[in-house]
């Protein structure tokens, strides 16, 4: 029983950013719908983050666990400035996927690193479901 209390206490704590998470989830899907994309699906938000695409400059092979690793709940670290990247995992690091236009800025500059373009909106609807389901 001496566990219970400080327990709700941190659940409490940890909901308003879980709820958070959620609406920014939600308002950028609702989004992503009217600007033509279909049924989201995690799974194949899972299989775009894993899938290798090659740069047309270097040649090499990108993908976006090279930064972020297989992991989501460990930290990643950037490809060519080696700069720490926290963990994606809302589960981990409760301010992910809480602000609109950190994700917009990020899908932005990450889409054009990794496939050379911008991500579209079904891919990035289904990256969104996929890593907060993790």
């Known amino acids: 029983m001496k566990y219970f209390i400080p327990t709700i206490i941190i659940l409490g704590l940890s909901a308003p950013s879980v709820m958070a998470s959620t609406t920014t989830v939600e308002q950028l899907l609702e989004n992503y719908r009217r600007q033509g994309a279909h049924e989201f699906d995690h799974r194949a938000g899972e299989k775009f983050w894993h899938q290798s695409f090659r740069d047309k400059k270097s040649g090499k092979m990108r993908s976006c666990t090279s930064c972020h690793t ?30 609109v236009g950190k994700i917009r800025k990020w899908f932005r500059r990450n889409c054009k690193w990794t496939l050379g373009r911008e991500c579209t909106a079904q891919e990035k609807g289904n990256v969104l479901l996929y890593l907060q389901s993790q």
């Open 70 to 99: 297989q992991n989501l709940r460990k930290p990643g670290r950037h490809v060519k400035t080696r700069k720490r990247i926290e963990p994606l995992s809302p589960a981990i690091h409760p301010g992910r996927l809480s602000d």
